[in-house]
């Protein structure tokens, strides 16, 4: 029995979904928009690189703001991971058998992990980390902003992995929480103990700064298995 889905959602899945299995090209482009690493979050990170390393007059203010985004972001998907745990479970559109998609044309199932599908933890990290961009270099920033839009929600969209709402709460959430970083404040609070960490270590911080951005280049995938092993075993032995 399928779940029942809001005409918000219904409305703007069912015309995307008219465009499914028209181009076999079409289809895999999307799938691989979202699946390829390199045009997700590689992307990204290299340009959180990108202004790590620039010369600017408001380096160390934009260092201070790559810091703190990184914190931010990571508790933004904390705040996305409560909302789906404790919030009434959501199955993804592909499944749901009341919207009756016909799925575009795709090269194997897409790898979930059966979380509810709201918020998009997708849409939280990327929408939060041009947030960060944004506010360390406005033109980067709204080119992320875009990417975030085309390269990771469209495509999941499409795909019949979030509905609409699903990914409108996760650009919230992740804009929200990362738009803390424009406070004088908690920037220079949260980025001090890593400006701590650089001066007196740098042989060792700059290792950690690396493997937070590959974290954050593979979505987090790695703690993401892990976290979900922990909740399934959890929930069988209570």
């Known amino acids: 029995m ?8 219904a409305s703007i899945i069912h015309f995307v979904d008219q465009f499914a299995q ?28 990108l202004v790590w390393v620039r010369e600017t007059p408001d380096r160390e203010r934009n260092r201070s703001i790559i810091l703190a985004g990184i914190v931010l972001t ?23 058998e009341s919207l009756g998609l016909r799925m575009p044309i795709s090269e194997g199932s897409a790898q979930l992990i059966h979380w509810s599908s709201f918020p998009s933890d997708h849409a939280v990290m990327y929408f939060s980390l041009a947030t960060i961009l944004f506010l360390a270099w406005r033109k980067i920033g709204i080119f992320a902003y875009c990417h975030a839009l085309f390269f990771i929600c469209f495509p999941l969209l499409y795909r019949g992995i979030h509905y609409p709402t699903d990914l409108i709460a996760g650009a919230l959430i992740g804009t929200g929480v990362a738009s803390l970083a424009s406070i004088d404040s908690v920037r220079e609070a949260i980025a001090k103990p890593g400006f701590r ?35 399934k075993a959890l929930k069988r032995h209570p």
Do not use: H, K
């Open 74 to 96: 990571t508790l933004s998907l904390a705040i996305a991971r409560a909302l789906a745990l404790f919030l009434p479970f959501r199955e993804r559109p592909m499944f749901s």
């Open 197 to 231: 960490w650089r001066a007196s270590s740098p042989a060792t911080f700059y290792p950690a700064l690396y493997l937070c951005t590959l974290l954050t280049a593979t979505q987090f995938d790695s703690v993401r298995n892990v976290a979900y092993g922990i909740w």
């Open 22 to 49: 028209r181009s076999w090209l079409f289809d895999r482009t999307v799938a691989e928009l979202q699946n390829n690493l390199l045009t997700s979050g590689g992307l990204i990170t290299a340009l959180f690189w």
């Open 2 to 9: 399928g779940t029942t889905v809001n005409p918000f959602d």
